[in-house]
């Protein structure tokens, strides 16, 4: 009898050709194009850049410069000291060597195109749409920023940035360009309040020998590889809500009621849905990849790993069907296969790592992403992507049969018993 139901499943997904097409096609779809369009961002390879970027400034920083080091002449530091900073006078103007050898890099000026502004255009550059930012030098900042970090005075000066989100990737370079260089003038200023030269804090990378070598090598995953792992694992956790889905059906058109009139254990049909879910699963699993195979040449460096993984995330699969089924029995309701489809398959699809590797910029949500069910499975797939063996995603295997154990504990307590009100 559960062969039966086996069966029933399956010619139901062969009758809606449309469903078989959209759980196949879709992933494929969005492999290819979250593959092309991020696959040199995750490689470390090269994004294509062209910033604007206006720099207005108020006031004249070669004055700054002078009257600093005339304050500078009236103060009451040694001798030697004010004849360093008078020599030194060209090393002091900021605002300079921010445009000249910072913006004016070549490998900046490749990128991003700076251009200064009077301050009577700001209006009308920060409400241009082509600037990724605008960059705002107030009066005084030059001289202000010399006095607190040489002569330990006042407040240093603070340069005002306009970033235009529409252009986030534009606003984002220059603003990590601005963090490096005031890094680096809080590195000079610190040297020049302890009287360290600045050839001791600095690296000469010509005078250090030798060859560096990375310990514990890993095949790198590309990014086509990434998201055929991802859209893949996320992906078949529509295989359970479907399945959900068409057994509710059968209970509004009676036919549970006619199994079990027919004398057939409920948990006859329990463990029909459950067989289901793993089996179709499975094989969604494996066309999926087959066809990235044949399309994307993407193999498995360990086979038997990969049918490991692939059988874990189907009996995943399976407890989410149960238990989709069950729940949505006892409630005499599909809102909660809906809900399951439309939001919770998005929402772990996110902590998993589907869209994004998000568990790279935080332990925490890479914790929490390995406790879903597709962020197990995907971490599981690309540790044997990387040339792992079998060994090191038993872990996750063990962690997708338990997880699937619950589910199904949890769906047999809410299965309707016999005589129960449907």
């Known amino acids: 009898m559960i ?10 997904f062969l009758r809606n050709p449309q469903l078989l097409l959209l759980l196949v096609g879709l992933p494929i779809i969005l492999i290819t ?6 696959g040199g961002l995750m490689s470390g390879g090269t994004v294509s850049i062209d910033a604007k970027v206006a720099l207005i400034e108020h006031g004249s920083e070669e004055e700054q410069v002078g009257r600093f080091i005339r304050d500078v002449e009236k103060s009451m530091l040694p001798i030697e000291v004010k004849t360093a900073i008078k020599e030194n006078a060209e090393q002091y103007k900021l605002i ?3 445009k000249e050898d910072v913006f004016g890099n070549d490998g900046l000026t490749e990128i991003i195109t700076l251009e ?3 301050p009577s255009e700001k209006d009308e550059v920060i409400n241009n749409d082509s600037y990724a930012a605008v960059i705002e030098v107030p009066a005084n900042f030059t001289y ?13 000066g603070e340069l005002q940035v306009y970033k235009n989100e529409g252009k986030q990737v534009g606003s984002m370079v220059v603003g990590s360009i601005l963090e490096q260089f005031q890094e680096q003038l809080a590195l000079v200023s610190f040297a020049g309040k302890n009287n360290i030269s600045m050839d001791a804090i600095e690296v000469d990378s010509k005078a250090v020998s030798g060859q560096t070598t990375s310990i514990n090598q890993k095949q790198p ?16 956790l529509f295989v359970a809500s479907m399945i959900g889905s068409f057994a509710f059906q059968e209970k509004k058109i009676h036919v549970f009621n006619r199994i079990i009139l027919a004398n057939v254990s409920r948990w ?17 699993l494996l066309i999926v990849y087959g066809i990235t195979w044949l399309f994307f040449g993407i193999t498995w460096p360990n086979l038997l790993g990969f049918l490991v993984v692939t059988f874990g995330l189907a009996i995943e699969v399976g407890g989410l069907a149960v238990l989709l089924t069950a729940i949505s029995y006892r409630i005499n309701s599909e809102v909660i296969t809906n809900y399951f489809s439309s939001i919770v398959v998005s929402i772990i699809a996110f902590l998993g790592g589907s869209f994004f590797p998000i568990g790279d910029f935080s332990k925490t949500i890479q914790f929490i992403g390995n406790l879903t069910p597709n962020g197990a499975g995907m971490t599981a797939y690309l540790t044997l992507l990387r040339g792992d063996g079998i060994s090191a995603i038993l872990d996750q295997f063990f962690f997708l049969a338990l997880f699937a154990f619950l589910l ?13 009100t449907l």
Do not use: C, W
Request: no cysteine; charged share 10%.
């Open 33 to 38: 194009i979250l593959g092309a369009s991020l």
């Open 144 to 156: 202000n920023t010399l006095h607190n970090s040489i002569l330990s005075d006042g407040e240093p």
């Open 96 to 98: 300079k060597t921010l």
């Open 408 to 420: 199904v504990v949890i769906a047999g307590f809410s299965f309707p018993k016999r005589g129960y």
């Open 221 to 236: 995953v590309s990014a086509q590889k990434y998201y055929a792992v991802g859209m893949a694992v996320m992906n078949v």
């Open 116 to 118: 200064t502004i009077e």
């Open 268 to 284: 006859v049909y329990f463990t029909g849905i459950f067989l289901s879910g793993v089996i179709f699963g499975f094989l969604h």
């Open 3 to 12: 062969g039966q139901i086996v069966k029933k499943q399956a010619l139901i």
